[in-house]
């Protein structure tokens, strides 16, 4: 790591800290001895979401995640589950050509997951994903599964 002041090629670490996904690095140039801060973060998957009203927004893994946690609520579903669901979608976007996705086709793709998780999860994701337009449309929902 090059320093930032003089620009000299060697820095040592002199501290390191790990924050939610990223490690924090305190850094000090062997030449200069200032000190300065670096932040490594894993790759961000590239992925546009278009929304229905053709909005582009980035996606995020952390709303994702949240979404599928609040289906999974009082479910015996455990973390490392919800994360490798999340895991499992994002790798079936990245198989997509395209890195635009629209935001239905993500929740169809948690919805398929959910459901072969847990039926209870799967109901309560789907219905604020697809806010199902009128109880009848639900209730079709519902009988599907016990079939
Ligand atoms: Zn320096």
Same mark, same amino acid.
């Given at each position: 790591?090059?320093?930032?002041?003089?620009?000299?090629?060697?820095?040592?670490?002199?501290?390191k800290r790990d924050i939610k996904d990223s490690t924090r690095r305190r850094r000090e140039c062997t030449k200069c001895r200032k000190r300065f801060t670096t932040y490594e973060a894993p790759e961000s998957v590239?992925?546009?979401?278009?929304?229905?009203?053709?909005?582009?927004?980035?996606?995020?893994?952390?709303?994702?995640?949240?979404? *599928? #946690?609040? %289906?999974?609520?009082? /479910?015996?579903?455990s973390a490392d589950r919800i994360e490798k669901i999340v895991a499992d979608v994002e790798n079936s976007i990245k198989e997509r050509k395209s890195n635009e996705i629209p935001s239905q086709m993500v929740g169809e793709l948690?919805?398929?997951?959910?459901?072969?998780?847990?039926?209870v999860?799967? *109901? #309560?994701? %789907?219905?604020?994903? /697809?806010?199902?337009?009128?109880?009848?449309?639900?209730?079709?929902?519902?009988?599907?599964?016990?079939?």
């Amino acid at each position: 790591m090059k320093c930032i002041y003089c620009g000299n090629r060697e820095t040592r670490v002199a501290d390191k800290r790990d924050i939610k996904d990223s490690t924090r690095r305190r850094r000090e140039c062997t030449k200069c001895r200032k000190r300065f801060t670096t932040y490594e973060a894993p790759e961000s998957v590239n992925i546009t979401i278009v929304k229905k009203d053709s909005r582009r927004e980035p996606y995020q893994r952390e709303k994702l995640t949240k979404g *599928i #946690r609040i %289906a999974c609520q009082k /479910r015996p579903i455990s973390a490392d589950r919800i994360e490798k669901i999340v895991a499992d979608v994002e790798n079936s976007i990245k198989e997509r050509k395209s890195n635009e996705i629209p935001s239905q086709m993500v929740g169809e793709l948690v919805m398929k997951k959910l459901k072969s998780t847990d039926k209870v999860a799967y *109901i #309560r994701f %789907a219905s604020v994903y /697809r806010s199902f337009e009128d109880i009848n449309e639900f209730e079709k929902e519902v009988r599907a599964l016990k079939k």
